[in-house]
C-alpha cells in the first residue's frame, strides 16, 4: 500500500495530525438516501439525510428518526441522534419480577402496567427516551442505563427502548409467555427493528397469528398501513389484540 | 413574451400555481441544488465558498406539470436544469439562475411485462429502488453504477452511464428501448406507438438524448430492458506478473465469446489499496442461465488465464469489493478529508492497443505536484477494448484539481483515449469536448439551436 502513495515529509506529519471528520453526511453522494421515508415521499434533498446533516433544526422537525439511514450508511453514522442536546434517561421500578417488561414514558405504559400485571411480571418505565425519537438526540448515560438492566431479562413493549437499549423486542420473546393472537393479515415491520423481520414473523406465528405479508418499507409516523401494527406508538396496535393464554 | 419585464416575484407565484405549491426558493434549499457530487464543486462547498444558485427548484409530479414548467420558462425566459438522483460528478446540474426541475416525484413503474422482459418507469424513480421492484418479481436490470444507491433513472440516460455489469450487460444505451421527454420549448417528444425490440424508422431521438446532460429537454419517462435473475455464477480472482498480461487475458476471454458479466484488472497500485495485495489483480464474476454453460465458460475461461500466466487468488477479492463497491464515504472520512486531501475519479476508453500506453503515461500524473495516488483499475470491456479508471488522492486545493485535469485530458487525447466513457462533460469537461469529437460539436450545437432557440436548457454546458 505504501508504495502506491507518494510519500512526502509533509504527508507523513499530517497523518498523525489528523483532523476528525464529524459530519461524514456533508462529504456523502446520499448512499442511505433511498432509505429515508420523507426524502422518497417529498424527492427533496432537503428532507432527506443530505439536508438534515447540513440543517439539524429541519433534521428535527421533519427527520421521522427512522434510523434506516443508519443501517444504510458504511459508517453506520447516527445522524438521528444529532439534531438536539444530549438526554439522560431515567429508569423507575415500578414493581419487581420476572421478565420485567420495560414501557417508555409517555408511549406504552398503560400497555406495559396491564401486560405486567396479566403475566405477574416486573415492570419498569424508562423516561425522557422518546425524546430520542422525537427530537432526536443522544442519550448521554446509555452504558449507564445498559448496565442497569445487565442480567435482568427485560423485554421492551416497544421498538424505541428495544432499539436504544439493545434489549428484545417483547415480540420476539412472545413464544416464551403465555400469549396468544388471532389475527390473519399482513404485518408491518417497525422501522427501528427492520433487521429483525423474520424473527418478529415467526414468533407471532407461534402465538397463533397468520401472518401472509409483511410490510417492511413504510414508517408509521408518515401513515398506517392496514396490516398488524406492532409500534404502541399507533392508535391501535398488537397490544389491543394480544391476550393472556390460560394454561 | 415577458422577457423584457422579467419579474422574480410573478414568475415564482406562477411556477407554484403550475406544481400546486410543490416548489421552494428557500437560501437552503437552492445551495443543496446548487451541485451534483462533482468533487470540485463539494470541495468549494466545504471551504465556504458560495456556488452558483438557481432561482427555484420544482417537484413536478407527471407529464403535465413538467410541460408546464417547460412552458413557463419559456415564457419568462427563465434557463432550467433537470435534476434526478443528483449523483453526477461532473457539474452538469450546476446552473446559475436557472430553475431547477427535480423529477424525483415521478418515480412509478408504469408496466412490467414479464412476457416481453421490459420495464416503463417514469424517469424519477431512483435506481435501486426499480432494481427491488425487479427484484421481488424475478428479475433485474443489471445496472450498478457506483452511484447505484442515490441515481436516478432519467439521469443515468442522460449521463449516458454504465455499470458495473456492463461488459455482459451492456450501458443504460443498451438497456433503453425507448423515452419520452419534454423538449426544450414545452413540446413533448413521446414515446413510440408501440415497443418494439429495434426499428428501422430513421435517426432515433432517444440517441440525442442518451448523454445529453439536460441540454435537450427533460427525460420524463424510460422503456428498458430487463433480465431474469441469472441463477447460476461463477466468482474468482486472478493473480497476474503485469496489468498487461491481465489485460491481454481479458481481450482474450471478451473476444471469444466467453464474455463474463464482471471484469475489473487492478493494477498493483490500486490492488495494493483496496486489497491489500500487490499484484495485479484480475475480479471476476460469471453469470449464466444454464449450469453447463457456465461450467463450459469457466473452464475455458481457466485455460486462457492460465496461459497468460495468472493465477487463482481466491473468492474474497471478489467478496470484498461486492461489499464495498458502492461505499464512497468511508476512506474520505477515515483518511482522505481528515489528512486535508481530496479526491477525483478519471475514466476514459481506449481501444486494446492503446490501453497499456495510457495506462503508464496517466500514471505519472502522480509526479504532479500536490497529488499522492494515482490507481487504476480497467473495468466495462469490449471487443475492441475498454474503460481505464483512475482514482487520485491529492492536496484539497482547486489549483492542483486543475493542474491533473489538464495532465489527465492531455495524455487520454494524445493516446488514443476517450475524455469520458461514461461520467459525461458537465462544466468539467467542456473545454475538452471539441478536442476530441471537433466539428462534430458544431453540429450538435445546431441541432441544440433548432429544439432550443433561446437557450433555456441547461445552458452554459457544452452544447452552448
Request: negative net charge; hydrophobic residues 40%; aromatic residues 8%.
Amino acid at each position: 500500500m505504501i508504495r502506491a502513495i507518494k510519500l512526502t515529509p509533509s504527508l507523513l506529519l499530517r497523518f498523525f495530525r489528523r483532523k476528525e471528520v464529524r459530519v461524514p453526511c456533508i462529504y456523502c453522494p446520499g448512499i442511505c438516501i433511498a432509505s429515508c421515508p420523507t426524502f422518497l415521499e417529498s424527492g427533496n434533498m432537503m428532507l432527506s439525510p443530505l439536508g438534515y446533516s447540513r440543517h439539524p433544526e429541519i433534521g428535527r422537525r421533519e427527520c421521522l428518526k427512522c434510523w434506516r439511514c443508519v443501517s444504510e450508511c458504511p459508517l453506520n453514522y447516527e445522524l438521528p441522534e444529532t439534531f438536539s442536546d444530549g438526554i439522560e434517561v431515567g429508569l423507575e421500578l415500578v414493581r419487581e419480577g420476572t421478565p420485567m417488561l420495560l414501557s417508555v414514558e409517555g408511549l406504552d405504559e398503560g400497555y406495559a402496567s396491564r401486560l405486567a400485571e396479566e403475566l405477574e411480571a416486573g415492570f419498569c418505565i424508562a423516561k425522557g427516551l422518546l425524546r430520542r425519537y422525537d427530537d432526536g438526540c443522544r442519550i448521554e448515560n446509555l452504558s449507564e442505563i445498559r448496565r442497569r438492566l445487565k442480567g435482568i431479562k427485560v423485554l421492551s413493549l416497544s421498538p424505541e427502548a428495544s432499539h436504544s437499549l439493545g434489549i428484545p423486542f417483547l415480540l420476539e420473546a412472545a413464544h416464551e409467555l403465555p400469549l396468544k393472537l388471532e389475527y390473519e393479515g399482513s404485518v408491518h415491520i417497525p422501522c427501528l427493528l427492520s433487521d429483525r423481520s423474520e424473527s418478529i414473523v415467526h414468533n407471532l406465528e407461534l402465538i397463533g397469528a397468520k401472518i401472509n405479508g409483511v410490510i417492511k418499507d413504510s414508517c408509521l409516523k408518515q401513515s398506517i398501513p392496514d396490516a398488524l401494527i406492532l409500534c404502541p406508538r399507533a392508535p391501535k396496535n398488537i397490544y389491543d389484540l394480544l391476550e393472556i393464554r390460560t394454561l | 413574451m415577458r422577457e423584457e419585464s422579467f419579474h422574480e416575484g410573478e414568475f415564482l407565484r406562477e411556477l407554484e400555481a403550475a406544481v400546486g405549491g410543490r416548489c421552494s426558493s428557500s437560501p437552503d434549499t437552492l445551495r443543496i441544488y446548487s451541485r451534483d457530487y462533482w468533487p470540485l464543486a463539494l470541495l468549494k462547498e466545504v471551504k465556504g465558498e458560495e456556488l452558483p444558485l438557481p432561482i427555484a427548484v420544482a417537484w413536478p409530479e407527471s407529464l403535465e406539470e413538467v410541460v408546464k414548467l417547460v412552458k413557463l420558462c419559456n415564457e419568462y425566459r427563465v434557463p432550467f436544469v433537470p435534476y434526478a438522483g443528483g449523483s453526477g460528478v461532473i457539474g452538469a446540474t450546476i446552473c446559475e439562475r436557472c430553475l431547477v426541475i427535480d423529477v424525483k416525484r415521478m418515480n412509478k413503474v408504469i408496466h412490467l411485462s414479464e412476457e416481453d422482459s421490459y420495464v416503463l418507469v417514469e424517469s424519477g424513480i431512483m435506481l435501486r429502488k426499480l432494481e427491488e421492484f425487479l427484484n421481488g418479481r424475478g428479475f433485474t436490470l443489471r445496472h450498478f453504477p457506483q452511484s447505484y444507491p442515490e441515481a436516478a433513472i432519467g439521469g443515468l440516460i442522460a449521463t449516458k452511464s454504465v455499470g458495473q455489469y456492463s461488459t455482459k450487460y451492456g450501458g443504460i444505451e443498451d438497456l433503453l428501448i425507448d423515452l419520452e421527454a419534454v423538449a426544450p420549448d414545452g413540446g413533448v417528444i413521446p414515446l413510440r406507438r408501440n415497443i418494439v425490440p429495434r426499428a428501422s424508422t430513421g435517426p432515433e431521438i432517444k440517441s440525442l438524448l442518451l448523454g445529453s446532460e439536460g441540454q435537450l429537454g427533460i427525460i420524463t419517462k424510460a422503456a428498458l430492458k430487463v433480465f431474469k435473475i441469472p441463477p447460476f455464477d461463477y466468482k474468482n480472482s486472478f493473480a497476474f506478473k503485469s496489468f498487461e498480461d491481465a489485460l491481454m487475458a481479458v481481450k482474450e476471454i471478451v473476444q471469444s465469446g466467453l464474455t463474463p458479466a464482471v471484469a475489473r484488472v487492478y493494477d498493483e497500485d490500486d490492488s495494493s489499496v483496496r486489497f491489500g495485495d500487490g499484484r495485479d489483480l484480475l475480479i471476476l464474476i460469471l453469470e449464466e442461465y444454464s449450469k453447463p454453460l457456465l461450467e463450459a465458460k469457466v473452464s475455458e475461461i481457466g485455460r486462457i488465464i492460465s496461459r497468460y500466466g495468472g493465477r487463482e487468488a481466491g473468492e474474497d477479492y471478489v467478496e470484498k469489493w461486492l461489499e464495498k463497491r458502492f461505499d464512497v464515504i468511508s476512506e474520505l472520512k477515515k483518511l482522505v478529508v481528515p489528512m486535508g486531501l481530496w479526491f477525483e475519479t478519471i475514466e476514459t476508453a481506449a481501444t486494446w492497443s492503446n490501453l497499456i500506453k495510457i495506462h503508464s503515461k496517466f500514471k505519472e500524473i502522480k509526479k504532479v505536484r500536490g497529488v499522492y495516488a494515482v490507481l487504476a483499475h480497467a473495468s466495462h470491456f469490449y471487443e475492441v477494448g475498454a474503460c481505464l479508471y483512475f482514482t487520485l488522492t491529492y492536496e484539497a486545493d482547486e489549483k492542483v484539481y486543475w493542474d491533473i485535469w489538464r495532465e489527465a485530458m492531455r495524455v487520454v487525447l494524445e493516446n488514443g483515449g476517450t475524455i469520458s466513457h461514461h461520467h459525461g462533460i458537465g462544466l468539467l469537461r467542456r473545454e475538452w469536448i471539441f478536442s476530441e469529437i471537433g466539428p462534430s460539436l458544431d453540429y450538435l450545437r445546431r441541432i441544440k439551436s433548432a429544439l432550443d432557440p433561446r437557450k433555456l436548457s441547461n445552458p452554459g454546458k457544452f452544447l452552448g
